[in-house]
């Protein structure tokens, strides 16, 4: 019973925090989340921990990526053909 309650707060706290940082709409928390308490609720810790390492680095990188592009298409002047 411990294990599932620890479970449900590991999956709240990744959930909240993902969607703080909006590296997800609200319809991709409820999927993470359930995702989440499958992998925690299943494969324990050595499941998780490289599953959400890749989750937030992945989410990070496409932020510094998605920032990156913006920049670059507000200082490229494009001219008519």
């Known amino acids: 019973m411990l294990h599932l309650l620890i ?15 909006k590296f997800l ?21 050595k499941w998780s921990v490289p599953i959400v390492t ?4 992945s989410s990070i990188l496409s932020k510094i990526r998605n920032n990156k592009n ?4 507000k200082s ?3 001219t008519p053909n």
Do not use: N
Not at 14 to 19: G, K, M, P, R, T
Not at 70 to 73: A, S, W
């Open 7 to 21: 479970t449900l707060i590991v999956a709240l706290i990744i959930s909240v925090i993902s969607f703080k940082a």
């Open 76 to 78: 490229t002047i494009t």
């Open 70 to 73: 913006k920049e670059v298409e």
């Open 54 to 57: 890749f989750f937030f680095l």
């Open 25 to 45: 709409t609200k319809d991709g928390i409820v999927a993470q989340f359930v995702l989440a308490v499958l992998l925690f609720g299943l494969g324990g810790v």
